[in-house]
């Protein structure tokens, strides 16, 4: 089986995708000609010429407000925000467009667009090039939201959300473009920790949305994670010989509560561990769903290991990510309560 990158893995959905049905298009900013800031789309308009993917003018709300007039006219637009960071001026059209439009047109129209969007630190990337805005869109009713944590994951989730009727806000964690993460470093050994790839499978597959995953199974704590944040927990758990069973969410909306509900019923204890802010990030609603569902099987507080209550610090980054040193403090301390 092929081994490939996320970046590989990426392309290969949107180019597996786009053979299989011509309505699918992409486009975005120097996603055309260029293949993409990070080369995610290289190849593709050499490909399929230049009327399937494309470079878009600098206007994220122009971008999304078209895919949003094509999808409703019977095209499947994947397109390219080139960092999350970029997408604020797109929220309004996220929000009040293509989140609403099957539910206030009673159905008559659907929005099948997919908004791929960098997201998370570790690039040396700066305040407006490394932030992790999940939250901003789990809050939104009739969005989808998901993060990949592996090449495999992310090229099966890319293919399920490009054929999904709904929109897909698809968040690709840059640290883990050019391989797994290296979760055993609180500090980078390089920019881009590339590492053993992962086998992917050529030709269609795809992996359902609103389904987590287990990566580790534990008996003595349960953490939830996405994205880069699962190679953390695998290492604090590892650094710490805390018996701690790891769930990738994969997919923040659907939520794929019943895999978390069984897994801390069985432990009795849980730790939420994710990159963004703190305060209203998505790891408060994970801490309510599991106290709400899981209150009497509790053994100890839930926690929550997260990103500073600050803008992001280009000074201090790898300070500011949640490491496996901080993450392995609360698990002893979740363990001790």
Same mark, same amino acid.
């Given at each position: 089986? #092929?081994?490939?990158?996320?970046?590989?893995?990426?392309?290969? %959905?949107?180019?597996?995708?786009?053979?299989?049905?011509?309505?699918?298009?992409?486009?975005?900013?120097?996603?055309?000609?260029?293949?993409?800031?990070?080369?995610?789309?290289?190849?593709?308009?050499?490909?399929?010429?230049?009327?399937?993917?494309?470079?878009?003018?600098?206007?994220?709300?122009?971008?999304?407000?078209? @895919?949003?007039?094509?999808?409703?006219? =019977?095209?499947?637009?994947?397109?390219?925000?080139?960092?999350?960071?970029?997408?604020?001026? %797109?929220?309004?059209?996220?929000?009040?467009? @293509?989140?609403?439009? /099957?539910?206030?047109?009673?159905?008559?129209?659907?929005?099948?667009?997919?908004?791929?969007?960098?997201?998370?630190?570790?690039?040396?990337?700066?305040?407006?090039?490394?932030?992790?805005?999940?939250?901003?869109?789990?809050?939104?009713?009739?969005?989808?939201?998901?993060?990949?944590?592996?090449?495999?994951?992310?090229?099966?989730?890319?293919?399920?959300?490009?054929?999904?009727?709904?929109?897909?806000?698809?968040?690709? #964690?840059?640290?883990?473009?050019?391989?797994?993460?290296?979760?055993?470093?609180?500090? #980078?050994?390089?920019?881009?920790?590339?590492?053993?790839?992962?086998?992917?499978?050529?030709?269609?597959?795809?992996?359902?949305?609103?389904?987590?995953?287990? /990566?580790?199974?534990?008996?003595?704590?349960?953490?939830?994670?996405?994205?880069?944040?699962?190679?953390? @927990?695998?290492?604090?758990?590892?650094?710490?010989?805390?018996?701690?069973?790891?769930?990738?969410l994969r997919t923040l909306l659907p939520l794929d509560l019943e895999t978390i509900v069984a897994?801390? /019923?069985?432990? =009795?204890?849980?730790?939420?561990?994710?990159? @963004?802010?703190?305060?209203?990030?998505?790891?408060?609603?994970?801490?309510?769903?599991?106290?709400?569902?899981?209150?009497?099987?509790?053994?100890?507080?839930?926690?929550?290991?997260? =990103?500073?209550?600050?803008?992001?610090?280009?000074?201090?980054?790898?300070?500011?990510?949640?490491?496996?040193?901080?993450?392995?403090?609360?698990?002893?301390?979740?363990?001790?309560?």
């Open positions: 089986m #092929p081994r490939r990158t996320m970046i590989e893995a990426i392309r290969d %959905a949107m180019d597996v995708s786009m053979a299989r049905d011509e309505r699918v298009i992409v486009y975005g900013e120097d996603v055309g000609f260029f293949g993409g800031v990070f080369r995610c789309t290289q190849g593709l308009q050499a490909k399929y010429g230049k009327s399937r993917c494309f470079d878009a003018p600098i206007s994220e709300s122009g971008i999304v407000g078209s @895919a949003i007039g094509m999808a409703a006219y =019977g095209l499947k637009p994947c397109v390219e925000v080139q960092f999350a960071d970029y997408v604020y001026p %797109a929220y309004d059209q996220i929000v009040s467009e @293509a989140a609403r439009l /099957r539910y206030r047109s009673n159905g008559d129209f659907t929005c099948p667009i997919v908004v791929r969007m960098p997201t998370g630190g570790g690039i040396f990337g700066g305040q407006t090039h490394s932030q992790s805005p999940e939250a901003l869109f789990t809050h939104v009713s009739g969005l989808k939201v998901v993060v990949p944590s592996n090449p495999h994951d992310a090229k099966g989730l890319l293919i399920a959300a490009i054929e999904d009727p709904d929109p897909v806000i698809f968040l690709e #964690p840059k640290r883990l473009y050019n391989g797994p993460f290296d979760g055993h470093h609180d500090r #980078p050994v390089t920019p881009w920790s590339k590492h053993e790839l992962a086998e992917v499978a050529d030709g269609h597959y795809t992996v359902p949305l609103g389904k987590a995953v287990i /990566r580790r199974p534990g008996a003595d704590v349960t953490v939830l994670a996405y994205g880069t944040m699962v190679y953390v @927990a695998e290492a604090a758990a590892e650094e710490t010989g805390i018996d701690a069973e790891i769930i990738d897994s801390v /019923r069985k432990t =009795g204890r849980c730790v939420v561990v994710h990159e @963004a802010t703190l305060t209203s990030g998505f790891g408060a609603e994970l801490s309510a769903l599991v106290q709400e569902n899981c209150f009497y099987h509790l053994e100890a507080p839930v926690a929550r290991v997260a =990103g500073w209550d600050t803008p992001y610090p280009h000074a201090q980054e790898w300070d500011y990510f949640p490491g496996p040193a901080r993450l392995g403090r609360a698990l002893v301390e979740t363990m001790e309560a």
